[in-house]
């Protein structure tokens, strides 16, 4: 039962911070008509960046000036670097983002070094929140889940709620039209850009003690929130986060699954000691999200909510 | 003598390698209605893009004396320009209310019509107000195309073929719109296939052939010309 409660809960705050960082993933792609390869090292950066701030400071300041610092850095990408490249075609532009994606893990590489650094969870949620069945579950992870929360929420309003996210939707899909209005497109890219770095900082903030705070851990995330994306349907932010629930579960559930394929199919004779029978589910699950992406491409190529298809 | 509101001298566009407008020369004053006519790909469309800064421009436009030519379009925009493209471009999972909401270009300074006054003047909005604009008939996207311009509070509009693909009896009302349009003050330059609605409204009209224009009059005079007509307009 509590292996049960734990995995629906950690799948539902990693199913979050995956939608913290695929939320800005797609708001960019449909800005840019391209995936920003560099999406990653922005969550990364807050990682870092709030290592270094709340060494300096603490957590708590570090939790709202590093994604606003990603978010800044995010802007300044678009203004001096993007801008420019997008007048070259979408080859172009998705090749810029790669070597973003390998600039920034250079420099962190060089300012941070190779090995990962002591980034930890504020002592003040550094204690069991609750405890069934005799497991505890960390007040951290509760934290967490009200951040991604408190962001959802937060990100909701302004896209449905208030005017400036109208003017962002509608500069999503028709750019020429909303500048004929008088409204400033270029900026509002700017913003969007740079609000998508800062949602993905966010999540490097509170994921990056969690997890580990390395620069190995942009190219670990990355393809995740690929896969989180095109499974949801590119451009689709309902679809974003179904797909990132469903794979925070899928992946929380099957890691709680220690059974293998030898005692589950041994009816059919498969020994638990053979090659195929020792393979345990929770050793799958890191295969899970992949699986799921090249099965959505084959049978479902818009994915769960996009409008087109890939 | 006033000055002309909207000055357009010597202007040329190019689509990649093709030259399309060759020496576009007109002039709109304040409160006039100008009627662009001329055949399917003359750069009736394409002058006013070029005017919007959708299309590059070269040569020399202004806009109340100021050159505007080289301008990002919310730039020109805000300085009283409006645009109704061709393709109407409404935002179709917006609601009639928000695509309205979406003309006005500063809420602080928000122009002389409310969403209330611009439902009233057009019933059929109204009835729709909280339906996303998607689902609107074609002749009921133009007017919101239009209203959504007029939100803007512009001092000219360049309206380009309103009535394209719509029913003779829409055509009609929308006519009468741009008619009603026109009396509040605001210049419109429409660029418009039937003669029978530009005739109608315009005060003056420009006949456009190879990109440029080959004629400019008023309607009257206009009238007489069969010569411009069987040259720059019969198919």
């Keep these: 039962m509590e292996t049960i409660v734990f995995a629906l809960l950690n799948g539902v705050i990693y199913g979050l911070l995956l939608f913290m960082l695929s939320s800005g993933l797609t708001l960019i792609f449909s800005m840019m008509g391209v995936l920003n ?15 270094t701030i709340s060494g300096s400071s603490s957590f708590w300041i570090a939790l709202f000036i590093a994604p606003v610092l990603v978010g800044l850095v995010g802007a300044v990408v678009e203004r001096y670097g993007l801008r420019k490249v997008h007048a070259n075609g979408h080859v172009a532009e998705l090749l810029f983002t790669f070597g973003l994606a390998y600039l920034i893990e250079e420099v962190v590489k060089i300012v941070y070094g190779k090995t990962s650094v002591d980034y930890r969870i504020p002592d003040l949620l550094d204690f069991p929140a609750f405890t069934i069945y005799g497991a505890s579950f960390p007040a951290y992870r509760i934290f967490m889940l009200f951040v991604a ?5 937060g990100l909701w309003v302004l896209l449905k709620k208030t005017r400036a996210g109208l003017i962002i939707q509608a500069a999503l899909t028709h750019p020429h039209m909303v500048g004929h ?4 497109v270029p900026l509002i890219f700017m913003t969007v850009f740079g609000i998508g770095c800062a949602l993905a900082g966010l999540a490097g903030v509170i994921g990056g003690n969690i997890f580990v705070t390395d620069p190995a851990m942009a ?5 995740i929130v690929f896969v989180v994306v095109v499974v949801g349907g590119i451009g689709s932010l309902e679809g974003a986060f179904l797909a990132s629930l469903l794979i925070g579960l899928l992946q929380n559930f099957a890691v709680g699954i220690s059974a293998s394929f030898g005692e589950i199919f041994g009816f059919l004779g498969l020994s638990t000691t053979s090659e195929l029978g020792s393979i ?3 050793s799958l699950a890191p295969m899970l999200p992949f699986l799921l992406l090249v099965l959505m491409l084959i049978f479902r190529p818009r994915g769960l909510m996009g409008e087109q298809e890939l | 003598m006033t000055e002309p509101m909207l000055s357009v001298k010597d202007l040329h566009a190019f689509y990649g390698k093709s030259h399309v407008l060759r020496g576009v020369n007109m002039e709109i004053m304040p409160g006039e209605v100008i009627a662009l006519l001329g055949r399917n790909g003359v750069g009736r469309s394409t002058t006013a893009k070029a005017i919007m800064g959708e299309v590059a421009p070269k040569g020399e436009i202004t806009f109340k004396g100021k050159p505007i030519a080289g301008l990002e379009s919310h730039q020109i925009a805000r300085m009283g320009l409006g645009y109704v493209p061709e393709s109407r471009d409404i935002f179709p999972t917006m609601t009639v209310r928000q695509n309205l909401v979406l003309g006005v270009k500063d809420m602080k300074n928000p122009g002389k019509y409310s969403i209330d006054q611009m439902l009233d003047m057009f019933p059929n909005l109204r009835a729709r107000a909280d339906n996303p604009a998607g689902v609107l008939s074609g002749g009921e996207k133009q007017m919101l195309t239009m209203c959504r311009t007029l939100m803007g509070d512009p001092e000219l509009i360049i309206i380009d073929e309103p009535t394209e693909g719509l029913a003779p009896k829409i055509v009609q009302q929308i006519g009468d719109t741009i008619a009603e349009i026109a009396k509040t003050g605001v210049a419109i330059l429409l660029v418009e296939q039937k003669l029978s609605i530009a005739l109608r409204i315009a005060n003056r009209v420009y006949v456009m052939g190879h990109g440029e224009i080959v004629y400019g009059g008023t309607p009257a005079e206009f009238a007489t010309r069969d010569d ?6 019969e198919v």
């Design chain 1, 37 to 51: 390869f560099a999406h990653a090292s922005f969550y990364m950066l807050g990682a870092y960046f709030a290592f």
């Design chain 1, 149 to 153: 929360i408190g962001m959802l929420v």
């Design chain 1, 181 to 184: 209005l008088g409204h400033n």
């Design chain 1, 219 to 223: 190219v670990q995330m990355g393809p």
């Design chain 1, 280 to 282: 345990t589910i929770s």
């Design chain 2, 228 to 233: 411009v007509k069987k040259e720059w307009l």
